[in-house]
């Protein structure tokens, strides 16, 4: 290598350090997104934990409540289904990944379909016009990706949020 040609070298050296730069800053990006998903994410599951310590283990189990069982636990109960609200919007907005959506989806057919549930679930829907979120999922058999419901206004007359928008239930 001749010294006329250095500055051609170190021009071609720089250019493959700044294209490993864009690469490592690009990864770095995806990865913090990706963890703070996950954080996201795990933050709503200790939330639901923590709500269903706080609901009737009998409920939990898909056995019948007293009538006086259900009266006592009835917030509770409301603060699952908002909570269950919560995380269709989420998805809707893409706030969550598939794989964790999933797990959830399965999750709250499951526990709405218990007894106590389906009973509490039942009065909301007489009761409030909230929840519309949830409503459709239910309609829809939980089988629907929110995330993949159409943009504008919907069947049931939501329009579909943007990320940075905040959840109406």
Not at 25 to 48: C, I, N
Not at 102 to 109: A, F, K, N, Q, S
Not at 142 to 161: H, L, R
Request: hydrophobic fraction near 40%.
């Amino acid at each position: 290598m001749e010294l006329k040609d250095l500055p051609a070298w170190v021009s071609a050296g720089a250019a493959v350090v700044s294209a490993l730069g864009l690469f490592l800053t690009f990864w770095q990006v995806r990865l913090v997104k990706k963890l703070a998903t996950t954080q996201f994410e795990d933050t709503l599951g200790r939330e639901y934990r923590e709500l269903a310590g706080r609901l009737p283990t009998k409920a939990l189990l898909g056995e019948e409540l007293t009538n006086e069982e259900y009266a006592a636990a009835l917030d509770e109960f409301i603060h699952y289904i908002d909570l269950c609200n919560e995380q269709v919007f989420l998805r809707r907005c893409e706030r969550i990944t598939l794989t964790t959506w999933e797990y959830w989806r399965d999750g709250i057919r499951t526990n709405l379909e218990q007894p106590a549930f389906a009973r509490a679930w039942a009065e909301l829907k007489k009761r409030s016009t909230n929840f519309r979120e949830l409503r459709r999922l239910e309609v829809e058999g939980f089988q629907s990706d929110p995330a993949k419901w159409e943009s504008g206004v919907e069947q049931d007359g939501i329009p579909k949020p943007t990320k940075n928008s905040e959840s109406n239930v």
